[in-house]
Structure formats: structure tokens, C-alpha cells
């Protein structure tokens, strides 16, 4: 009779479900499929954004996804579709509330080198992640990343510094767009499964996609003051 002598396995090493080398055509895929254009070193800088989520994802609480396909999407989706929408103007400066793990704004950022940002988030960790990522990627000149937390009922921000303001999935939708209105004359709620309140007044504009590998329906919506 043979015994086995292997040691019980303690379980696999964990790895990253995104590397940068491997899974960059997946976000060219994505932007194709978007009709966004792509340069060479957009590419880089987007897949090593994506990169730096995943291997931070191991240890902090970053994002919740099953492979490359869906961190992709989950990071560039919104922001590949508000880059096109023609919402946010030349040298605009926008404040993301919650911002988490910087997407939208970081790839918008990418994106477009005239914007400037402001990234709110309150928890430490996170807010050690964007710091990190903003000096990784070469944001620092025009992205800042604030650890606070921003009341409903009392923002204490100035308005006069943001031309567009968005969260996502910090706020229900119609509790953001009053506050967003109070940080900016613009500002974008993107929706997932929720709808927009009939009574809470119209956008001035929408953008409705899906989620190419699950077909899940999203909104994006701009209101003006």
C-alpha cells in the first residue's frame, strides 16, 4: 500500500486577476466597442491603473470582481462613455465624492490631459490607494486626493472651484445630485438598476449602455443648475 506524503495544501498563493502585459487588449477591446480612440501610451497608463487595483485589491477592499473582463469594465465602462459625451469641458475641474478606487475620474484623468481633479474618500486605506496611484501614474500635478467625508446637508466645499461633480454608488441618486449641484453648476449620476425619481426634475441629458458581459443596464444623467 502507497502512502502519500504530500503535505495538505494550505491553498493557492492568491494573484492578481489583472496584469497589465496580459490583459491591456481587453481594454482596447472595450474602448473599440465604445468608439473611444486609444493611443499607445493612454493604453499603458489605463492598464496600469487597472494593474495597480488588482494587486492593491489583494490586501485592501478595493474592488469585488472575477476576472480581467470585469475589473475592466467595472474601472473604464462610465468613464469611456462620459469622455464621449461631450459633458465635461476643456480644463474642467471635477470633484469625485467617495471616489474609492478612482474610477471614473483617474481614467478620465488619463483620458484627458486638461482635466484636474479633486478625489474625496473617506477611509484611510482607500485614500492611501489613490495617493499611490495619482503619484504611479503621473497625476500628481492635477489630481489630489482628499481623505474627508462630505455631509448631504452641509458640503464643506467651494463650489466656485469644480466645473463637474459625480459619485458613484456613494449616494442613492437623489440624494447626489442636490449636493452635487451645491459643488458644482454640473453635475452626473450614474445609474445602475435604480431609476432616476420622476419627481426629482429631468436631466438635462442622458446616456443609456450596457455591460457587455453581463448586459446589465446603466444611466448616465447630467444635470445642471
Known amino acids: 500500500m502507497l502512502v502519500s506524503r504530500r503535505k495538505p495544501s494550505r491553498g493557492r498563493t492568491k494573484v ?18 465604445e468608439d473611444v480612440p486609444l ?6 497608463s489605463l492598464a496600469s491603473y487597472a ?30 462613455v462620459l469622455a464621449k459625451s461631450g459633458w465635461i469641458s476643456e480644463g474642467a475641474r471635477v470633484i469625485d465624492v467617495g471616489a474609492g478606487g ?10 484627458r490631459p ?36 462630505i455631509e448631504p446637508d452641509s458640503p464643506d466645499v467651494d463650489a466656485n472651484d469644480f466645473d463637474l461633480a459625480l459619485s458613484r454608488a ?3 441618486p437623489e440624494i447626489w445630485v442636490p449636493l452635487g449641484l451645491r459643488l458644482a453648476p454640473r453635475c452626473v449620476a450614474l445609474l445602475g438598476s435604480a431609476e432616476w425619481p420622476a419627481d426629482q426634475g ?12 453581463s448586459g446589465a443596464k446603466r444611466r448616465a444623467l447630467l444635470f445642471e443648475r
Open 202 to 213: 429631468a436631466p438635462v441629458d442622458a446616456r443609456d449602455y450596457v455591460v457587455p458581459s
Open 114 to 149: 486638461d482635466l484636474r481633479a479633486l478625489l474625496v474618500e473617506p477611509r484611510q486605506k482607500r485614500g492611501a490607494f489613490l495617493r499611490t496611484a495619482c503619484a504611479s501614474l503621473g497625476l500628481l500635478e492635477r489630481a489630489k486626493v482628499e481623505q474627508s467625508r
Open 170 to 172: 456613494t449616494f442613492a
Open 16 to 33: 492578481p486577476v489583472f496584469e497589465a502585459a496580459r490583459d491591456a487588449p481587453s481594454i482596447a477591446s472595450l474602448a473599440r466597442a
Open 51 to 80: 494593474a495597480l487595483v488588482a494587486t492593491w485589491t489583494l490586501r485592501v477592499d478595493l474592488v469585488a470582481t472575477r476576472g480581467a473582463r470585469e475589473l475592466v469594465e467595472l474601472l473604464f465602462l462610465d468613464a469611456f
Open 102 to 111: 478612482g474610477a471614473p475620474t483617474i481614467p478620465l484623468a488619463l483620458l
Open 39 to 44: 493611443d499607445e501610451s493612454q493604453l499603458r
